[in-house]
DNA sequence: TCTGGGGTCCTAGGACCC
DNA sequence: TCTGGGGTCCTAGGACCC
């Protein structure tokens, strides 16, 4: 019988600025999306505020004041470089794991010995090790164990481990959660589901199979079987080949200009094709997006987008950055005040099983680009992203850069950033 | 003044082919 | 008079996830 843990970080970009910060252990702490725009990580004490995830900051502001709430701007290098150290904790610990996302992972123990055991062990270890607090959830498949962990998470008493298999009364479980709180039920499945008078994730595992196939299509039924402890999703430890790579951003202000655009989509183009080279990619597409904001019924909308088709499979920056202004001029309407932009690079084939072409520049050219490339990457690798790109006038302190007032230092990724004692 | 960014998968519909 | 059917591939849009 199959077996699965789902580990999970608590409250994970709240508690990697606490780390750093022990003077806001007891203090409610919230993390801020780019831009500063909304809230995306709360503490406990946060949440028992009444913050909401998602929330706009501006809305909370007085809220963040009154409240002594300490607030960060979100700080990637900080969590990625976290989040890699807890993923090494659970790959030193259990047989096969799968990296779900930055701060959970799912973990294939079928056939241990002592399941639980070894969950109380890793929870233990990662704390340890980290510093990170994590709830986990043991169950027959990927679905329940997020149901587990949950309530792993909710109930302090379960000491952060919960093991659905050894409940006596599994339907019980199944009649507490919220039908919405299923992963895989989002929002506008929970809406349809509601009408229908599902509330409960009982509910819904009651619903006949044929309904559910036919009006929330093969994700659902799987769910649905997955809930009733059929396992559907297997574990997935190679990660599956990357299909796009998106690089975009809200703008500090809103812009209506072509030339400020213009220096955005270049940015965003030149950043995507560097993620491009770093995983040994090429694209063959390329698509460009414009948006006006989507909140603001007051103002005219506008949402504007190209794919342009590029000669051969590529990740020179030049050659994605002109594919992307093309898309852009096309999906550039004046008279609108755009809020948001961003680059997708399509089609990706690793670059080294490229397949030759007729269209092919000479091998020595190909070359002396790729040299180019690594060069610049490698500067900007050293020296801060950004040092070294294109001059169409991508220079820093421009209006569509976004806010990002209250960023923690880069703890445990930069020398200048180390903390300091005494 | 002010509401994120980066992904995946499924389906329907059209183009195209034999 | 009468105008097939089945397969594949691509794209756009929508839903989901963290």
Not at 79 to 107: C, H, K, T, W
């Amino acid at each position: 019988m199959p077996l699965y843990a789902l580990v999970d970080c608590n409250n994970f970009y709240a508690s990697c600025e606490r780390l750093f910060r022990p003077e806001l252990k007891t203090r409610p702490v919230v993390v801020l999306s780019n831009n500063d725009g909304c809230v995306i990580s709360r503490s406990a004490e946060a949440k028992a505020l009444g913050i909401p995830m998602g929330a706009p900051a501006y809305q909370w502001e007085h809220v963040f004041r009154k409240q002594g709430v300490a607030v960060f701007s979100s700080n990637y290098a900080l969590y990625g470089d976290l989040s890699n150290r807890v993923m090494r904790v659970l790959a030193d610990m259990a047989p096969r794991v799968e990296q779900y996302s930055i701060d959970e992972a799912f973990l294939d123990l079928s056939g241990l010995a002592e399941p639980l055991a070894l969950c109380r062990a890793i929870r233990e270890r990662v704390g340890r090790h980290t510093g990170i607090p994590v709830s986990i959830g043991l169950a027959r498949t990927k679905t329940l164990a997020k149901l587990a962990a949950r309530r792993a998470k909710k109930d302090v008493s379960l000491g952060g481990v919960f093991d659905w298999t050894a409940a006596p009364d599994p339907e019980a479980l199944l009649r507490e959660a919220e039908a919405g709180d299923v992963w895989g039920l989002g929002r506008q499945c929970a809406k349809r589901l509601a009408a229908r008078g599902v509330r409960s994730a009982l509910d819904f595992v009651r619903l006949p199979a044929d309904w559910v196939r036919k009006e929330l299509t093969i994700v659902g039924l799987q769910t649905q079987l997955e809930l009733k402890g059929v396992s559907c999703l297997p574990l997935a430890e190679a990660p599956a080949a990357r299909r796009s790579v998106l690089c975009s951003r809200s703008f500090g202000q809103l812009i209506e200009e072509r030339a400020p655009l213009c220096e955005a989509v270049c940015a965003f183009a030149a950043r995507a094709a560097e993620k491009l080279r770093a995983e040994g990619l090429e694209a063959q597409a390329v698509q460009t997006f414009v948006f006006t904001p989507r909140h603001r019924e007051n103002l005219p909308q506008h949402q504007g987008q190209a794919t342009t088709t590029l000669p051969g499979p590529t990740n020179f920056t030049p050659d994605i950055v002109a594919a992307a202004l093309r898309g852009l001029s096309e999906a550039y309407r004046h008279g609108f005040a755009y809020q948001k932009a961003g680059v997708v690079l399509l089609g990706l084939t690793p670059a080294a099983s490229r397949q030759a072409s007729l269209l092919d520049l000479p091998p020595e050219e190909r070359e002396r680009r790729r040299a180019l490339m690594r060069v610049v990457d490698g500067v900007n690798r050293r020296h801060g992203r950004g040092t070294l790109r294109l001059a169409l006038g991508s220079a820093p302190d421009r209006p569509w850069h976004m806010r990002q007032h209250r960023r923690s230092p880069r703890y445990t990724t930069s020398w200048d950033d180390l903390p300091r004692i005494g």
